[in-house]
């Protein structure tokens, strides 16, 4: 069991509370014993016994409550479509714990398959596990939003609850890659961002070029059918046997609702495919995550790296808002300037196609891939609900994305529009076409 | 699989009220068909039917005043005093099975443990509440029943000072 958070219950003086049940058994007793009294009748003190030595048992037996609460979770790694239990364990001081409800509150990002209330009891010196299944269904940080515990006597007369507002428990769920990877192919991917050989020249297998023999060229690399037709030696030149170095830029752009919520899943799920492609084939993969905060993960090789990728993904699921961003760090120094591109973006944000632009006009092979983004609602409501001035704010960024999406076009990026219904397949096929006739203009 | 439906049944929170509503219009039954005095079965029923709604409404106190009704039709019935035993009883009974169905509501997971102890909660009060009523009648019948005055007016002045100290405290640390 991985702990979250331990809850005292020892010494807590929110637990040594009157609860209603011993209000409304006072109250009865007393009437019952007053109208014996007052109608001179002995037999009406029956209707209020119970409810006297009810009490007096609970004052007589009562205890103050030992014991604590511990609050976790059976797994380290969650993938999204597990099922994960959150456990929480009551532990018993001194004293018997009698009654004990725990209800734990849990983000959207996890489903609950039982309920997450349960009620307890702990002999002394005791510990009794409590498990709640929950499905991770959703990729991203989820949360146990909140846990209370509620502990009484046996009578349910003395007690109370505790609340623990518990923003502390976050869970990182991971984007299930056997999904992903039916989706997306490594050799798609590695056909999408153009050649994946070095613009150097160097000792490969594949041609980069021939040229006349140049003092220091090496003997081996003369083409000797191509001297014999020029009758002066000619050397082939090569590619090095040496993958591109790819990053992966990955907008965690600001916005609200659960269109931002799919735009991020989508664009996540995109990145570490593409990223998984590529590592397989012995590309070092960079992540450039870029929202509130700048997260660079170098260029580098091997399953190990996959998994930091992966899980620095999970980072983009919980961006802050809008209001929050106020400095984003530069982010252009991070890039080599060989390197290939790729970004995942739905360009939204103005700085977002600021720093493709700048890759772009540094000489990087630039693709963007750009996931629409979903309507909050229905057009028509959306269109009533929407204030004047909103709708002309609106308006100006739509122009301003439009401008900036032109420049973006002018400079040669290619930009591919994924849309929600379109499979990844037919984004990556539309991405291919386009770096082969940006290819054939040649540009890099 | 017997013992997992009737677990299922004790940890259900309308079952818990049926059950307790169930009660007391049975013993308002039971009261009225050995009634000395007017027909106050109505008066008994509604006790009941303020219980169930207790149950819904999540109040122990809407509970408190259908046990009143319920009470104050067995006085006004003026049934023999093993049955008013019997109504204190079930009005007991009931008391804890809507604060049971306060618990259960939402369908919590509960050990076994939860009930059993509720109703050996029950069992011991009520075995000891008859005790307490044998000797209470007993002393009432044969000595004066004005000594019952005593001890009442001793809760009646400690509580008063436990929730006056209470408040004082509540209000010092505020």
């Not at chain 1, 890759?359 to 092979?365: C, E, K, M």
Request: with cysteine; glycine share 8%.
């Amino acid at each position: 069991m991985i702990t979250f958070d331990v809850i005292k219950l020892t010494g807590n003086r929110e637990l040594r509370r009157r609860m209603p049940l011993f209000d409304v058994a006072l109250t009865l007793a007393l009437a019952a014993l007053v109208a014996a009294i007052a109608t001179q009748r002995p037999a009406l003190l029956a209707l209020g016994a119970p409810f006297i030595v009810a009490l007096a048992a609970a004052f007589a037996l009562w205890k103050p409550l030992e014991g604590s609460v511990v609050v976790g979770v059976d797994t380290a790694h969650i993938v999204e479509g597990d099922e994960v239990n959150l456990l929480v364990d009551v532990v018993a001081g001194d004293h018997d714990l009698d009654r004990v409800e725990v209800e734990l509150e849990v983000s959207d990002h996890l489903t609950p398959l039982t309920s997450l209330r349960a009620i307890t009891s702990v002999p002394a010196s005791g510990r009794r596990r409590v498990s709640f299944a929950v499905s991770a269904d959703e990729w991203g940080i989820a949360k146990v939003e909140g846990i209370s515990v509620r502990a009484t006597d046996r009578f349910g007369m003395f007690g109370g609850a505790v609340q623990r507002p518990a923003g502390l428990m976050t869970m990182r769920i991971g984007l299930a890659e056997e999904r992903l990877s039916a989706n997306l192919g490594a050799e798609q991917f590695r056909s999408i961002v153009g050649s994946h050989l070095s613009h150097d020249r160097g000792d490969g297998l594949e041609i980069a070029d021939i040229r006349p023999w140049l003092p220091g060229d090496s003997v081996r690399n003369i083409n000797w059918r191509i001297s014999n037709r020029r009758q002066e030696p000619w050397v082939t030149l090569r590619h090095p046997d040496r993958s591109a170095n790819v990053v992966v830029v990955v907008d965690a752009h600001d916005g609200t609702g659960d269109a931002q919520r799919i735009t991020h899943r989508r664009s996540a799920a995109a990145a570490l495919a593409l990223a998984r492609g590529h590592l397989k084939l012995h590309d070092p993969v960079g992540l450039l995550v870029v929202g509130h905060t700048v997260r660079w993960l170098p260029p580098r090789l091997g399953r190990n790296h996959l998994l930091r990728i992966a899980d620095e993904l999970i980072s983009v699921s919980d961006v802050p808002t809008a209001s929050l961003r106020l400095y984003r760090p530069p982010a252009l120094s991070y890039i080599g300037r060989e390197t290939i591109v790729v970004a995942v973006s739905p360009l939204q944000d103005p700085l977002m196609i600021r720093l493709i632009a700048q890759l772009r006009s540094r000489g990087n092979p630039v693709v963007v891939l750009e996931p629409e983004i979903a309507p909050d609602g229905p057009p028509r409501l959306q269109a009533r609900v929407e204030r004047p001035v909103t709708r002309l704010a609106r308006r100006f960024a739509l122009a301003e994305r439009e401008a900036g999406v032109q420049s973006l076009r002018s400079h040669g990026v290619a930009l591919v529009s994924w849309k929600a219904d379109e499979p990844a397949t037919a984004v990556m096929a539309a991405v291919q076409r386009m770096r082969q006739s940006m290819a054939r203009a040649g540009v890099r | 699989m017997a013992t997992w439906h009737l677990d299922r049944l004790f940890r259900s929170a309308t079952a818990c009220l049926t059950l307790a509503a169930g009660l007391i219009a049975a013993a308002a039954f039971l009261v009225n068909a050995y009634r000395e005095n007017d027909n106050v079965l109505g008066i008994m029923l509604v006790g009941a039917l303020l219980v169930g709604l207790s149950g819904i409404a999540g109040s122990v106190w809407t509970t408190a005043f259908g046990l009143i009704l319920f009470a104050a039709g067995s006085v006004l019935a003026n049934p023999p005093d093993v049955l008013i035993a019997v109504a204190g009883c079930a009005g007991f009974a009931a008391l804890l099975l809507i604060d049971l169905s306060i618990t259960f509501r939402g369908a919590p997971t509960a050990l076994r443990s939860v009930w059993v102890s509720a109703a050996i909660t029950f069992a011991v009060v009520t075995a000891n509440a008859m005790a307490f009523v044998a000797v209470a009648y007993l002393v009432a019948t044969r000595a004066t029943f004005a000594a019952l005055l005593l001890p009442v007016a001793v809760i009646g002045i400690g509580y008063a000072v436990r929730l006056a100290a209470e408040f004082h405290e509540r209000t010092i640390s505020k």
